[in-house]
């Protein structure tokens, strides 16, 4: 049978709150709450920093988005594809919300945005990752290899394209240096901190090798060190 698992901690939310709302729209709103209530406290001399993590489920099966956002995408002939660029601006929106939300709060200037996504496209849920091989759940670099980006006015320099090798596990260290914070437990230590790198494009990079991944059923494995990958 079908189960039902949408909640705020323990709390599962049913009802005209959420029930035919999309959840693209439901997690800003989320999201803009956490960012009041951070306000509030700071008021009342609570204030502390914050981390807030935001995993939309755009753009991911099933492919769902309001009519409204499929106005304004180019119409392709493959209707899946003409639905998930939609869910793409609806993504675009809710991020520029996000930011809005930031700046009313006040918070903006002082914000560090990580924008990434864990893989490559689904190519048969109407992804794209040409010129790449391969799709989401493969090794090869359509699946692997993930776009993102970094946005904040604490950036050195701002509005170019850093090409280093960068794996997830380094996000960890890398933003706990961008707040002066750079010992961290031996279990953080699987990353490596990208952040003078990142600020700074002339730094060398600090990582030369990546382990993609070790599955053992079916067996998949894969590492790349320099520019070779295995």
């Known amino acids: 049978g079908q189960g039902y698992d949408f909640r705020i901690n323990e709390k599962i939310l049913k009802g005209p709150e959420v029930e035919g709302k999309y959840s693209t729209d439901l997690f800003v709103n989320r999201a803009k709450a956490i960012f009041e209530e951070h306000k509030h406290n700071d008021m009342q001399g609570y204030k502390k920093p914050w981390f807030t993590y935001l995993s939309f489920q755009a753009v991911h099966e099933p492919l769902q988005v309001p009519h409204s956002y499929t106005q304004n995408v180019c119409q392709y002939k493959d209707q899946p594809r ?17 930011v809005a939300s930031l700046k009313e709060t006040g918070y903006y200037e002082n ?13 048969k849920m109407a ?35 850093n090409f280093n090798l960068m794996h997830a596990v380094d996000w960890l260290p890398t933003l706990m240096s961008a707040i002066g914070q750079t010992n961290l437990a031996t279990s953080a230590t699987d990353g490596v901190d990208q952040w003078a790198a990142l600020s700074s494009p002339s730094i060398h990079a600090p990582r030369n090798e990546i382990v993609y991944n070790i599955k053992e059923k079916p067996f998949m494995a894969a590492i790349r060190v320099g520019d070779h990958k295995l």
């Open 82 to 98: 003409t639905i998930y660029s939609a869910m793409v601006s609806s993504l675009d929106h809710a991020v520029d919300r996000v």
């Open 111 to 123: 914000t560090i945005i990580v924008f990434t996504t864990d893989n490559g496209g689904g190519v």
């Open 127 to 161: 992804g794209n990752n040409m010129p790449l091989r391969g799709t989401k759940g493969t090794l090869y670099e359509g699946g692997t290899r993930a776009i993102g980006f970094v946005h904040s006015p604490l950036l050195k320099r701002t509005g170019y394209t």
